[in-house]
């Protein structure tokens, strides 16, 4: 009974958590139409737009031709929608920051991997009606089996999850040391610069690629791309092994790290007052 009890609190504060944050969003309609939508397809209509071309003269890059590279730029614009998750839990930290709710938060019967899964649930929700339907206007232009549609989500969760561990890292930094949110958003911009994420990764010069094969962000962004036009788990599991790997283990890694080290430097920094 104790057990159950202890699930429906921590239940009950991930869904406040949400709500709270749904409705906060929901009040700023212009920019979240503009960072759950346009911006996003602003940011892959022209590769779309130059790949048509150069496919007029070249039949292929890689796995991509004029026929399949609708799944490419498609699949680019629902990853910029998940990625959009780091920016939401350093928005949703700092807002209980600004608010005088975070210390309130922390120090109440209240824990802290509710308000990261509360973020989360939140994040997912405003991004759904976009990232929906884009998904079912890929799955209609470029068909695909239950089984793999399912895989698809699951990896897409995944991903999410690793993302997720990023934005935990921002928003502590965001209350505790606001000066480093500038210091690491450089490296993370060259990870999202060297991923291929609106362009094929055969597109760019062997000095590029070496770049990206180092870059954890390639393997996150493709994996879901090669299930989707293989459309065979067998096949997608056999032939990118050590992609699936690499997914999983971030996904895991990522979100633990995260809380481990927002709870480090919450505990001994604590909330910069302005």
Known sequence: MRLLVGIKANISQIFAVAEKNVKLE??????LIFQSIIQPILAVILPLIIMGKIFTLAAEF??????NFIVFQFTAYQMLLLYRIIARIQGGIAREKGQNTLTLLVIAPFRRINLLFGIFISHLILISIPFMFFFILCYILYP???VTLFFIFFTYFLISLFFSGIGLVFGIFIISKPYLVTFVSVPLTFLLMFSCL????????ESFQNIARLNPFYYLFNIARYIWIEDNIIISITTHPFTLLIVLSLAISSPLIGIKFFNYFFDKYGVIIY
């Open 26 to 31: 929901s009040r700023l309609k212009i920019r």
């Open 62 to 67: 890689g796995a991509w031709n004029s026929e």
């Open 144 to 146: 695909v089996s239950l």
């Open 198 to 205: 609106t362009m094929p990764f055969e597109f760019f010069p």
